[in-house]
């Protein structure tokens, strides 16, 4: 299952990715999906095969980011 | 006349069975094989011109006689598997030239992550590139540690050539680095762009 997680702005999502890769957690950037947003934004994308969402939502939220967060099946 | 018989045969098992018998006959003679889907048609014509052969095609019924006279070599490291394109893949005939590991000008971080979802992005679109060139510092993108790892490992897989610069790997100490594609020269870069039909640089 994949989830991507969008946020306000590329700033939010750029901390995001510091945050996520200092703790080693396998995410992919990706431009934001055309049916989630019309925004041309950048989206952090989460495969449960490899990386825990549960803990992807922890770090994040504790670190106030805050994130809209949508499945994708594959 | 050897015959190949690839009727009801779906890729790459075509390709293998062309790749095997061309390396039996000898140098001039001719092999014949026979074909009954499209796709395989073009991937088998494509594996033997660029190995350097004509092929001769005729369509009789339902299946196709591809007549290939022996002109050139194919060598035993050949993946026949690299000339099978899925039909929903379209192939297009342009290339990706990254020279920098990241995309336009600007605040760094933002061309970091720019560059992330511009190779990311690839795996998705319908038309993708035929080759993906990594030059100057664009070969971190393609090394072992490289955020977009993955992607270009889908793209190798489904037959996409990834090009790195080897003097540019040289350069950085990275050779032992490399995670996906194959070590190139300046050569084999620059007929790669200028068979193209486009390049980007992103």
Known sequence: MLYILIFESIHKVLKAEQILAKNNIKFDIIPTPKDFSSDCGMSVRIDTLIT????????????ELNFQIHKKEI | MKTVDAKGQLCPIPLIMTKKAINEISQDESLKVLIDNDISVKNVTRFLEEHGMKVHTDKKGNVYELIVNKTGNIPESTKAEDYCSLENEKVANYVVAIQRN???????????????????TLPEIDQKPKTIIFLNSGIFLALKDSPVLDSLKKLEVKGIKILVCGTCLDYYKKKEELGVGIISNMYEILERLSNADNVIYP
């Open chain 1, 52 to 63: 825990d969402i549960e803990l992807v939502k922890t770090l994040l939220l504790k670190n």
């Open chain 2, 102 to 120: 990241r995309l336009g000008d600007g605040a760094e971080e933002l061309g970091t992550i720019l560059i992330k979802a511009f190779v990311n």
